[in-house]
């Protein structure tokens, strides 16, 4: 069965720079979430998108920015980049109408600035 | 607000023990999901198990079992006959279940390091 993919898987950016994460979701899920994993941390939900509109936000920080496509990928985008951004970013998608609350996760994309 | 709490670190076994590994979570809804996700070193997430606030049966799969008790608010995993395979970092989460908006935002808990060794 097809899983999230999420791209690229590992990414090295000086700071000051900008990246961009890209993520599919399941075909006919139509919601997005994006989290952060800080080393040795728990993931902290980023942002989260319903049929392409913003639907929740969380401690996602003015440098970043995201959006959901017509196609329901959704890219995460990070601009002037702190040493502190480097971090496991995961996406997960979901059915919303089917509700069973359970979130599928891609194997995230590893962003280390140097 | 919603909060997990994994008050165990870090566990170290030898093989064969059976471990378990704590949660607790507080919210006000009435209706929510609780998770259990396995992060092995190589850093993806993989789920375990759901349960839903209404389902309040435990259940065993395989050397899996977990034991949700909604009166004390615990939802424990516990790992039967450890393996080395096993280690790895346990994340217990919540979830409101989303009527409108939002969707099913996760909140997880800070993790257990658990190490199974020979």
């Known amino acids: 069965a097809a899983g999230v993919i999420q791209s690229p898987r590992h990414l090295i950016k000086e700071k000051r720079e900008t990246a961009t994460l890209k993520c599919y979701p399941i075909?006919?899920?139509?919601?997005v979430y994006w989290y952060q994993q800080g080393p040795g941390q728990d993931p902290q939900f980023l942002i989260s998108?319903?049929?392409?509109?913003?639907?929740d936000k969380g401690s996602i920080p003015d440098r970043f920015s995201a959006q959901q496509f017509s196609d329901y990928h959704s890219e995460l985008n990070m601009s002037s980049l702190e040493l502190g951004d480097s971090a496991l970013y995961f996406c997960?998608?979901?059915?919303?109408?089917?509700?069973?609350?359970?979130?599928?996760f891609g194997e995230g994309s590893r962003l280390t600035v140097l | 607000a919603q909060k997990v709490t994994q008050a165990q670190t870090e566990i170290s076994v030898v093989e064969k023990e059976d471990v378990t590994l704590d949660c607790v979570y507080e919210?006000?809804?009435?209706?929510?999901?609780l998770f259990w996700y396995k992060q092995p070193p190589s850093g993806e997430l993989v789920f375990l198990i759901r349960?839903?606030?209404?389902?309040?049966q435990n259940e065993i799969s395989g050397r899996y079992s977990w034991n949700f008790q909604k009166s004390t608010s615990s939802f424990n995993f516990t790992i039967t006959a450890s393996q080395v395979v096993d280690s790895a970092v346990y994340f217990c989460?919540?979830?409101?279940?989303?009527?409108?908006?939002?969707?099913?935002?996760?909140?997880f808990g800070t993790g257990t390091q658990l190490k199974v060794e020979l």
């Open positions: 349960r839903n606030s209404f389902d309040e």
């Open positions: 998108f319903y049929e392409k509109m913003q639907s």
């Open positions: 997960a998608s979901s059915l919303r109408p089917k509700n069973t609350g359970e979130l599928f």
């Open positions: 075909p006919r899920h139509d919601t």
């Open positions: 989460a919540l979830s409101e279940a989303a009527i409108t908006g939002g969707g099913n935002k996760l909140t």
């Open positions: 919210t006000r809804d009435t209706t929510y999901y």
